[in-house]
């Protein structure tokens, strides 16, 4: 898919703006605090429907302003489309695709694929397995709408869960209506648990191919789906939930189910979280995000949007060198405060005070 131009108005920091990358590499110069971050967030909102920054939608209106207007032009298996999105203080969210409006954030998902790659995306490696479950659940729902759904129904059906069983204290008859909420949790989350576990065995293949080229094959990374309850089928996960009732009355929370799922990333069968360097960590975590294009692609047909935020300069040359080969196919948007970035087929945008401007 292709990005043929955005176009802002009181989005963050820009009052008016309008931005026609080119299919191939594009370079967005500037320096510290002066927009380039909040062009990609604008990319990306329309993308999931969300900030990668914050979950506060108003923060994204320019100060002042009333509302704010994100309007994307973009080509898809060789057809135009116009995506509009409208955050107002007052109104809240409206989206149009091609002038329709979206009746749920759901629709969104799909419509467009993109993968960003930020320092912070570090922490899929580094952090708990919190921060890998939502990777997990944003790569599968941009690719699987249908997921994205499931795994709506599954979040809510836990809450339900959750306040019964904080309920219970008070009003202990409703107990009888606990195994409605187990049956849902297995029912939805073994799906969930499917879709999980195709994802990891991909990913660890697609993964590792890319490590091993980027590191010279010196170690091998794997990505392993870990479920919370390592259950065979709806009924033995069913089973599995029931087991922990008990615990679940004493703790008025519930303990196990998809919702606790990990995905291990291991260097040479090492946990690259606990044991990994510095340089390890991020060369795991450029490996996996690279992979996330392949799978999109083969998944969807076309390549995603690559935007890349600040990550240039945190790349030896090696790895530099490595990525700009694998991006030649894919249309991307790679932000950095240095103009000596060389990059000969690059497009160059300079950025300044929520002003966008080709420097070619
Ligand atoms: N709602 C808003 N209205 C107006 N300006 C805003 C809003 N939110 C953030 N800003 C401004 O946007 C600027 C930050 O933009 P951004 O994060 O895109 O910078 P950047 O170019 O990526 O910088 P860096 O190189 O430091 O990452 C800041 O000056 C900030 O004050
Ligand atoms: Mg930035």
Known sequence: M???NLTLTNFRNYESCSFSPEPGINLIVGENAQGKTNLLEALFFCCFGRSHRTSREKELIAYEAPFSLIRLESERT???HEL???????????????????ARIGELMGLLNCVLFAPEHLSIVKDGPAERRR???????????????????YQRALRQRNMLLKSLREQPELRATLPVWNQQLASLGWKLMRYREVFCARLSSLSSQNHADISGGREQ???????????QDESSLLHLIEEGQQEDLRRLTST?????????LNLDGREIRAFGSQGQQRTAALAIKL??????????????????????????????????????????????????????????FEVFSGQIQSMD
């Open 2 to 4: 292709l990005i043929k």
């Open 135 to 153: 990777f997990l659940d944003m790569e599968l729902s941009q690719t699987y709408p249908a997921y994205f759904f499931l795994l709506q129904q």
């Open 84 to 102: 509009i999105v409208r955050l107002s203080r007052e109104e809240g969210r409206k989206i149009k695709s091609d002038g329709l409006p979206l």
């Open 291 to 348: 992979s996330e294009l392949d799978l999109i692609r083969s998944e969807t047909g076309e390549w995603p949007i690559l935007m890349l935020d600040d990550v240039m300069s945190e790349l030896d040359e090696r790895r530099q060198k490595y990525l700009l080969e694998r991006i030649l196919p894919v249309q991307t948007l790679v932000t950095t405060t240095t103009t000596g970035t060389d990059w000969p087929r690059a497009r160059r």
């Open 256 to 264: 196990h189910g998809p919702h606790r799922d990990e995905m291990a």
């Open 221 to 231: 990374l794997t990505v392993q789906y870990h479920p919370d309850c390592p259950a």
């Open 78 to 80: 060789g057809t135009d």
